[in-house]
Every structure is written in structure tokens, then in C-alpha cells.
């Protein structure tokens, strides 16, 4: 039997997918389990922000295609990049433990985000960071970098940036971790819905696949995954909206965080709430609404 998984070319897209198929091969010694791998449209329209370009579903759409006419079974995503909805037929069935969701500061040339002076160039490809960031820092300059990661490294390396926000996730998996000056407290920079989990996507009625990647999946981390895509589903939330949503466990509770931001970092709207694991999805859509309430509506796009 064999089981397909549908990528993207990028080096991070790659070794996630060839770490689910290292699992799937370890728990089902006889599956053949091979790479599709693919160039997205989001890989290619590489100027100007993600937002302005299509948003997230430029990074996923080629793969789901695949999934459609059955070239291939699977597909693995960083979760931060996949849109609340899916085509017909296509679901998230699938969510892997989470690793280290906080975002990460790099720079060659100053060791913490606080020590940056004033004027001082950020590349960060995310309108979430940006409104936060700007808030906190409204005399830095924040312009777009655009890449994969080590395509975003070497510009910064080339000195077209003094800093750039980055996931911590990625670098870590990347064997980057040296590279990350601090990770960014959350108070500061609240991380992206799904941020650091990986996402597996299969068709709906395909029991046998649906099967096979039970042994990947974390519980805990589908009841956090579950309360923060809730949020963004309210809102209609993607690349266009500078939303942020970070759910953590304690005890048997989830404490859940959102912010929604102007572009412009002039205005920071948060919200809270804490209530049982198992109700996240719940409390998410109520956190949503409480946003609204508070005035996020003027920042949803």
C-alpha cells in the first residue's frame, strides 16, 4: 500500500513532510509512504506582501488540487498557513503536537528587539507582527522581506535588514536555533493562530489515510488548535487581518488570548478568556465576538 504526501519545495515545507513520512514509515512498516513535492503560486509571487498577493491559500492551493484528483493523499502544513476554510471534500483531520509557537528575533547586530535604535530596519512578512511590533516600537521601520527562510537569512546577512521576525518553530527545525537572538514574549508579539503545529490535510471520506495518521496525533494540541481557528473563523481571519490568537493550557482549562490591531500599530484591541479544554472551540467563537464588540470590526478586511 502506498500513501502520498503532498508538499511544498521550500527546504522547511520539505522536512516536514519527510518528518511525517519518517513517522508513518515507523508506525506502519509495510506502507510505502512517498513525496509529492510541488512549487505553490504563494512560492512564486514573491513581491510585495502576502496580503496584498492572495493570502494564505496561495501556499496551499496546488497541494489541495493534488488531493482532489488523487495524486496524492496527504498533505502536511505549518497550521499559521492554512486559511479557516477548506474546498469540499477536504478537511483538517489531522493536528501533531505543537512545538515552540512564539516568534523569534534575529539580528546580526543587536541582541533583543528592545535594543534596536530608533530607525532601524524590520523585515517581517507578517501583518500580525507588524501592527504589534509597531505598537510597541513606533520608531522602527518595518518593511516586507519575502522568501523562504534562508532566503530571508541571507538578506539579512547582507545587511537589507537589521533585524527580522521569524518563526522560532521553523528555525528550530531548520538546526537555525543559533540564529534566534530571543524568542519575543507573547505579551509583546502574541504568536499566529496555529502557530508551530503541523497540520495534516486529507479528503473527508478517505477512512484508510484518516486511519493511518491517528498514531500522529496530539489531543492536547487539537483542543488549543480547535479554540484559536474558532476565533479566526469568526472573523474571517487571514493575511488581510492583523489578528492574533494564543490558547495555553492550565490544568484541565485553556486560557485563550486574541488581539486584533490597526496595520498601523496605533491600536491594539485584546481579549481573554479561560474556561475547560474541551470547550475551546466555544469560547473561541465567544472571544471573537467580544472583539467585535470592542471594535475590531474597523481592522477586519
Not at 502576502?50 to 488540487?65: A, D, Q
Not at 497550521?79 to 509557537?101: N, Q, R, S
Not at 474558532?230 to 482549562?253: E, I, Y
Not at 467580544?290 to 471594535?295: F, I, K, N, V
Request: some cysteine; overall charge negative; hydrophobic content about 45%.
Amino acid at each position: 500500500m502506498t500513501l502520498t504526501i503532498a508538499t511544498r519545495e521550500s527546504p522547511l515545507a520539505l522536512w516536514q513532510a519527510e518528518h511525517v513520512q519518517a513517522l508513518l514509515r515507523a508506525a506502519h512498516p509495510d506502507l510505502i509512504v512517498e513525496l509529492l513535492p510541488m512549487t505553490t503560486e504563494g512560492d512564486q509571487k514573491l513581491e510585495g506582501p502576502l496580503y496584498t498577493s492572495g493570502g494564505k491559500g496561495l501556499f496551499v492551493k496546488e497541494l489541495e488540487k493534488a488531493l482532489m484528483d488523487g495524486r496524492a493523499d496527504l498533505a502536511v502544513h505549518s497550521l499559521k498557513d492554512v486559511p479557516v476554510h477548506f474546498p469540499d471534500g477536504l478537511g483538517l483531520t489531522g493536528v501533531m503536537a505543537g512545538e515552540d509557537p512564539r516568534d523569534a528575533f534575529v539580528s546580526n547586530t543587536a541582541a533583543h528587539f528592545d535594543d534596536l535604535p530608533a530607525g532601524a530596519t524590520v523585515g517581517s512578512a507578517s501583518l500580525r507582527r507588524v501592527s504589534q511590533l509597531k505598537h510597541a516600537r513606533p520608531d522602527l521601520n518595518f518593511a516586507v522581506v519575502r522568501g523562504n527562510l534562508q532566503t530571508r537569512l541571507r538578506k539579512l546577512d547582507e545587511g537589507q535588514y537589521d533585524a527580522l521576525i521569524l518563526a522560532v518553530a521553523g528555525l528550530e527545525r531548520m538546526g537555525m536555533a543559533d540564529r534566534i537572538g530571543h524568542a519575543i514574549d507573547p505579551d509583546l508579539c502574541l504568536p499566529a493562530v496555529g502557530q508551530g503545529v503541523l497540520g495534516l490535510e486529507t479528503r473527508l471520506g478517505d477512512d484508510a489515510t484518516i486511519a493511518r495518521i491517528q498514531c500522529l496525533l496530539d489531543v492536547s494540541t487539537a483542543q488549543r488548535i480547535a479554540a484559536e481557528r474558532a476565533v479566526s473563523t469568526r472573523l474571517d481571519g487571514g493575511c488581510q487581518v492583523p489578528l492574533a490568537v494564543h490558547a495555553v493550557r492550565v490544568g484541565d482549562d485553556l486560557r485563550i488570548t486574541a488581539r486584533v490591531g490597526a496595520p498601523d500599530g496605533s491600536e491594539l484591541i485584546e481579549v481573554e478568556t479561560q474556561g475547560p479544554a474541551d470547550q475551546g472551540a466555544d469560547m473561541g467563537v465567544s472571544l471573537a465576538e467580544q472583539l467585535l464588540a470592542d471594535g475590531a470590526g474597523d481592522y477586519l478586511v
